[in-house]
């Protein structure tokens, strides 16, 4: 089992069809062009691999997949992104992963994840 972000079952600010319901593997939004992101809201953001939808939180769930399989899902959603499916681009998504790797292994199952620039904190202290 390999421990990974997924955008969480209630994303609030998102109607209930949307592709939270499913359990999307998610990773750091990466900031816009913007100078300020106060009202983008792109640091404050996970970011959904395989549509490229922002959400506001992400919740720590296992998966029945290896590491290449995680970085396989990286590569997917940059390729969508417009970047080429080369060296550079599968060193980028290896990185990524294991750092949401890391980053999932910090927190038991089930937490909830808030991000604010480069700090990343549970939302509901855990006991
Ligand atoms: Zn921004």
Same mark, same amino acid.
């Given at each position: 089992?390999? +421990?990974?972000?997924?955008?969480? /079952? +209630?994303?609030?600010? $998102?109607? !209930?069809?949307?592709? =939270?319901?499913?359990? !999307?593997?998610?990773?750091?939004?990466? $900031?816009?062009?913007?100078?300020?992101? =106060?009202?983008?809201?792109?640091?404050?953001?996970?970011?959904?691999?395989?549509?490229?939808?922002?959400?506001?939180? #992400?919740e720590v769930a296992e998966r029945d997949m =290896?590491?290449? !399989?995680?970085? &396989?899902?990286?590569?997917?959603? /940059?390729?969508? #992104?417009?970047?080429?499916?080369?060296?550079?681009?599968?060193?980028?998504?290896?990185? !990524?992963? $294991? @750092?949401? &790797?890391?980053?999932?292994?910090?927190?038991?199952?089930?937490?909830? $994840?808030?991000?604010?620039?480069? &700090?990343?904190?549970?939302?509901?202290? @855990?006991?």
């Amino acid at each position: 089992m390999l +421990k990974v972000l997924v955008a969480p /079952y +209630k994303a609030h600010d $998102l109607p !209930e069809t949307d592709a =939270t319901d499913r359990r !999307e593997l998610v990773s750091f939004a990466g $900031l816009c062009d913007a100078r300020s992101h =106060t009202r983008c809201g792109c640091s404050n953001s996970f970011l959904v691999l395989r549509t490229r939808i922002g959400v506001a939180a #992400a919740e720590v769930a296992e998966r029945d997949m =290896t590491l290449d !399989e995680y970085i &396989n899902a990286f590569i997917a959603s /940059y390729v969508m #992104a417009g970047l080429p499916d080369n060296a550079d681009t599968l060193r980028t998504a290896s990185s !990524e992963a $294991l @750092q949401m &790797n890391r980053l999932a292994k910090r927190w038991p199952v089930g937490t909830v $994840l808030n991000v604010r620039g480069d &700090n990343v904190f549970a939302q509901h202290p @855990q006991r």
